[in-house]
């Protein structure tokens, strides 16, 4: 049971444009929110969070949407560059922190 | 400062056999968490661990096991390998793993033959 789904594998961009990749939830128990982004033949690396008591958080070139209402989150990068080419995953989890559930990913692809 | 390191980064093994993963929190970390990725999808949960304790447990076969030790580093260990398990094992650190972000090492590459 997939409770965190990325409904999209792939992402083309021409670079200086913006990326928005997009992530829906379907456990109204997750609190905590997070985007990773992913090279080959490298672990995930965290790129920005947001907890369930915000709906908007910022750092440089990334913006992180959540929607509460609709379960649904959102990844925002202006302006993309080829080196964010990469995969993306965003995860959740509950307020136990336990265990974090990670959507199926994104391929970004910035051409330049 | 070091981030999480993980070994060996490659490994062979054949059915059956049995694979002992390593992983090195990031300094001040005292949780340890172990996720297995197959080609196409995103990190399943396997385990975390805080202070020696078992916190959380995914769905996996009781062939999956760890354990951390008290400088915090950790074993994850799966018996009786099967072709199934041919994975990508990551290991990632938080503080305490009560719902803290997560950092991850570069992963073990099993494959099994």
């Known amino acids: 049971d997939q409770q965190v789904k990325q409904n999209s594998p792939s992402l083309s961009v021409q670079e200086g444009r913006i990326s928005i990749l997009n992530c829906d939830y379907t456990n109204s128990m997750f609190d905590y929110f997070l985007w990773y982004k992913k090279y080959p033949a490298e672990g995930p690396t965290f790129l920005i969070s947001?907890?369930?008591?915000?709906d908007k958080n910022e750092d440089g070139r990334f913006t992180v949407f959540l929607n509460k209402s609709a379960k649904h989150l959102s990844l925002h990068i202006v302006p993309s560059q080829p080196g964010d080419s990469a995969v993306y995953f965003c995860?959740?989890?509950?307020?136990?922190?336990?265990?974090?559930?990670f959507g199926t990913g994104t391929s970004l692809t910035v051409i330049p | 400062d070091a981030g999480v390191t993980q070994s060996p980064t490659h490994l062979i093994k054949t059915r059956g056999q049995q694979v002992t993963l390593r992983c090195s929190p990031i300094?001040?970390?005292?949780?340890v968490s172990w996720y297995q990725q197959v080609l196409g999808q995103g990190p399943q949960f396997i385990f975390q661990y805080y202070e020696k304790e078992e916190r959380g447990r995914g769905n996996f076969p009781d062939r999956f096991s760890a354990r951390q030790f008290p400088n915090y580093s950790s074993e994850l260990n799966v018996n009786a390998l099967l072709l199934g398990d041919s994975a990508l094992y990551l290991c990632?650190?938080?503080?305490?793993?009560?719902?803290?972000?997560?950092?991850f090492g570069p992963g073990t590459r099993l494959l099994v033959l």
């Open positions: 995860a959740a989890s509950d307020d136990t922190g336990n265990q974090f559930y």
């Open positions: 947001i907890s369930s008591i915000k």
């Open positions: 300094s001040g970390h005292k949780s």
């Open positions: 990632a650190s938080s503080l305490s793993g009560g719902g803290e972000t997560q950092y």
